[in-house]
């Protein structure tokens, strides 16, 4: 036997819905502070690739503090087998 019945009406499913995530003061500081700090150090001179140097070094250090305080194993494991891949010579020995 079959279960489709050709008269029924299908059953209604409700469109899937992802929570909204609300915004923590520290990432609204981060998005805003960076251009912010970034514009501010271009008006008094300082080359580009400097700033882009230490916002870079300040993102750095913020992820890495938010993913040991967050207990975040996972991701540390990730970016030391990043860095071990990367120093890591790719060429097969004797050549």
């Known amino acids: 036997m079959s ?3 050709p ?3 299908a059953p209604e499913s409700e469109p899937s819905r992802t929570p909204v995530r609300v915004l ?3 990432q609204v500081a981060g998005i805003t502070v960076f251009p912010i700090l970034g514009t501010g150090l271009v008006l008094q001179g300082v080359p580009v690739d400097d700033i882009l140097t230490l916002l870079a070094g300040c993102g750095a250090i913020g992820a890495g503090t938010i993913a040991a ?3 975040g194993r996972r991701l540390l494991t990730a970016l030391a087998e990043g860095v071990v ?3 890591t010579p790719t060429q097969p020995p004797g050549k």
């Open 3 to 5: 279960p489709h019945h």
């Open 7 to 9: 008269g029924a009406s």
């Open 24 to 26: 923590t003061p520290a």
């Open 69 to 71: 305080a967050g207990g």
């Open 85 to 87: 891949r990367t120093a």
